[in-house]
């Protein structure tokens, strides 16, 4: 896919075209957490909580989306692909499920409202340098956002996912630019990282998550194949230096929180950890359910982490794993139905719930015609 990508700034300033406030009734959802109530949920990020966003911007290009193939959707969606990269609900989901709300629509082939929220996140979005998003004509459009409210009302009743953004830059970086300029524009991309014009505009709940370790993808373990046995965690199998430029990227993250939380008291920041939760399924997979050999994807081609970017999942000569529900990878970078379930669920309060809602499988009906191993 072309590499000029939506940024956080680019799908903030259109959420807030999009939202000139009008005057009617709006739909109210009570699904809660300790006593707070959502109307909607907006989403902003990469693949990790894109539910569909990306085949249409592929569409632009007359590019056909290989996440639009089966075994995408296997999990949960009967076997057919809704565009996400993965095997079934991706974390906005379930998020979406525990608070009573809908799925999130992808804005861009989504012609309804916006009263319960939307999904702006596109797969493969990066932070910097990035002019991806195509000019939207919004002369003459119906408001998409719900009637007689406020904006700022509407968006302090709103859950805001402000996604991993950063995932796409380092990965695109990793074997073409030395760590220490990696290091380097860490800060920068913390900066695009914005939630201020959010807040200014009336959100008062966002969830910011911290990146994955990206030393323990099997796209960048393959990347750095030939580095020596010193260069990895002997106890998880992870590459180091991949994982430090994480770390650092959280560490502002965090800083950058912090300063928002002392800036706007009345603001509810919650960050999350998922470096931490991510490392603790790599090093103890039994934990989880997830097999022994948790650093190989459950779709891709033959090869070491069976991760090929010659056989990709999806296409022919790709295999799936025996049960998906082991895996912690899926075809690449991504993560599984399963991992996504078991990512920190206190986010909201809603741990009561998820052991019944991860238990919902709308059956696996397509995969008789994959390869198995």
């Keep these: ?169 380092y990965q695109f970086s990793f074997g073409k630019r030395s760590m220490q300029e990696i290091r380097s524009f860490v800060p920068d991309i913390i900066r695009t990282i914005s939630m201020s014009k959010l807040i200014g505009d009336g959100a008062t709940t966002l969830v910011v998550p911290g990146m994955i370790p990206l030393g323990c993808s099997p796209p960048v373990l393959v990347i750095f194949a030939d580095s020596d046995a010193s260069e990895y965690d002997a106890k998880t199998g992870c590459l180091k230096e991949p994982n430090e430029i994480v770390m650092l990227h959280n560490s502002l993250l965090l800083e950058a929180v912090e300063e928002l939380r002392e800036k706007h008291p009345y603001v509810t920041i919650i960050h999350t950890d998922l470096f931490r939760h991510i490392s603790e399924m790599v090093l103890n997979p039994g934990k989880f359910g997830f097999r022994k050999d948790s650093l190989s994807v459950c779709c891709g081609g033959p090869g070491r982490y069976h991760y090929n970017t010659g056989v990709i999942c999806g296409d022919e000569g790709a295999t799936i794993c025996m049960d998906p529900s082991k895996s912690l990878f899926w075809d690449g970078v991504h993560l599984m139905e399963a991992a996504y379930c078991h990512e920190p669920v206190d986010l909201l309060g809603v741990a009561p719930k998820l052991s019944w809602i991860c238990g919902q499988n709308w059956g696996r009906t397509r995969v008789v015609t994959w390869g198995r191993r």
């Design 1 to 169: 896919m072309d590499s000029r990508l939506l940024t956080p700034a680019a799908v903030a300033l259109l959420l807030l075209l999009l939202s000139s406030p009008v005057e009617s009734r709006a739909i109210s959802l009570s699904a809660a957490s300790d006593g707070q109530r959502y109307d909607a949920i907006f989403s902003f990020g990469d693949s990790f909580t894109d539910t569909g966003n990306n085949p249409m911007a592929f569409k632009w290009y007359s590019i056909p989306d290989p996440v639009m193939r089966p075994p995408y959707g296997i999990t949960f969606f009967g076997g057919i692909p809704t565009g996400r990269n993965c095997d079934g609900r991706l974390v906005i989901d379930f998020i979406a499920q525990n608070l009573g709300l809908p799925l999130l629509p992808p804005y861009l082939s989504h012609n309804g409202s916006f009263r319960q929220g939307a999904n702006f996140a596109v797969g493969g979005a990066t932070a910097l340098d990035s002019s991806f998003f195509h000019a939207v004509d919004l002369s003459g459009t119906t408001n998409p956002f719900p009637l007689n409210t406020s904006l700022g009302d509407f968006f302090g009743r709103s859950l805001f996912v402000v996604g991993e953004f950063g995932i796409n830059d």
